[in-house]
């Protein structure tokens, strides 16, 4: 049984100075090389044997669409409005930041001019992550399409890899054109995006990348698209999103099917990977490199945004696609119920009876709506 320190490399989940010193010395490299031994595996059996798949691959070349064309890139961006009116839209009214107490902490001395720095530089790396973790997916996918063993899911991710090029192409572009700056990627994302692209297992690049990173990516893209009033990106987002319910959905297909034939302690480091991606996401989800980049110490910032008393919630919102499609995988209370008592210990298990991502998907297709509004 793997303790919290060989899963995460730390004894207490909360270590703070543990989860800090987790960070990228390589920042100026241009390339960052992973290695990957898996298995490519040709399948002679062409028979189209699962439906379900099959009808989630004809969704997909019918919902294809176009960053160049179907956004209007010409739409100004006042990148600070934006800040001020998600911040009117998170609290109601007072100043920007004025929802925290920051007496006796470094953010005492801020003013308006520096809250509104800050929103601008969180949101260029909100950004800046979601670009990364959708090149994350452009590459774990396109090693689905090698390791998977069955043609209708070599066909399925085979259009996934299309989505993901697209989604890295939307969010690189919006950053360039219209924002005001990049963030390299976040130290705890990529040390679980390597995590999942050198397991050799082709289901953990399922479980790691279309269960945890996007089932995360699709609330959180949730979120973002309720709060935005910006139009540019509010129709990227629901764009992507309807990409991303699918991706989801068709982790959740795959790995009920898989997961049958797997033993008590196959389903045990399932659950095991399960945590640990967790973990890896609500750590990258502190921001550590924004504080850096605005120069005040890191630490004491963190341990603020910790005990922040929204701070549950929005940890929970993150996770609220994650755990239902965990139970529908039967990983919530597989064995004694490990990863349900981790999940509880994490503060977010009540998500746990919400719909799965295996049924919602096609009700989350904007792109099918518009395209029915458009020829009807
Ligand atoms: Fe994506
Ligand atoms: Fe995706």
């Not at 005492?108 to 090149?135: A, D, P, R």
């Not at 991710?157 to 005001?180: G, I």
Request: proline letters at 3%; a negative charge; glycine letters at 6%.
């Amino acid at each position: 049984m793997a303790t919290n320190n060989e899963i995460l490399g730390r004894h207490e989940v909360d270590d703070l100075e543990a989860i800090l010193a987790i960070s990228n010395k390589d920042i100026d490299d241009v390339q960052h090389l992973v290695k990957a031994d898996a298995d490519a595996i040709f399948t002679w059996d062409y028979e189209r044997s699962r439906p379900a798949l099959g009808k989630l691959y004809e969704k997909a070349k019918k919902s294809q669409w176009n960053v160049t064309t179907d956004l209007d890139w010409d739409t100004d961006v006042d990148q600070e409005a934006v800040v001020v009116a998600n911040a009117l839209q998170q609290n109601g009214g007072g100043p920007v930041g004025s929802e925290v107490d920051t007496t006796g902490t470094p953010f005492e001395k801020w003013t308006e001019k520096e809250w509104i720095q800050f929103g601008i530089e969180s949101q260029n790396w909100t950004l800046s992550q979601f670009l990364h973790g959708e090149q994350g997916a452009l590459i774990c996918t396109a090693k689905v399409v090698e390791t998977v063993p069955w043609i209708d899911a070599k066909y399925y991710a085979a259009t996934q890899v299309m989505d993901e090029a697209r989604h890295v192409e939307v969010f690189s572009r919006y950053l360039d054109e219209k924002l005001s700056g990049h963030y390299p990627i976040n130290a705890h994302l990529r040390l679980l995006l390597d995590d999942i692209i050198a397991d050799p297992r082709w289901d953990m690049t399922y479980l790691g990348m279309q269960i945890m990173v996007e089932g995360l990516a699709l609330a959180a893209f949730g979120f973002i698209h309720q709060l935005t009033t910006e139009p540019l990106l509010k129709k990227a987002l629901r764009y992507v999103i309807s990409d991303e319910a699918r991706h989801v959905a068709f982790g959740v297909l795959s790995l009920q099917e898989y997961y049958k034939e797997l033993s008590g302690p196959e389903i045990r480091e399932r659950q095991e990977f399960a945590f640990e991606a967790a973990v890896r996401m609500r750590d990258r989800f502190l921001q550590q490199e924004v504080f850096d980049r605005m120069g005040i110490d890191v630490k004491e910032a963190v341990q603020l945004v910790m005990q922040a008393p929204d701070r549950p919630l929005f940890q929970a919102m993150l996770f609220s696609k994650i755990v239902p499609n965990c139970k529908k995988l039967g990983l919530l209370d597989a064995g004694d119920g490990w990863l349900r008592e981790r999940f509880t210990e994490l503060g977010v298990i009540q998500f746990e009876d919400l719909e799965d991502t295996g049924e919602e998907y096609a009700a989350l297709d904007e792109v099918a709506k518009d395209r029915e509004a458009a020829t009807a």
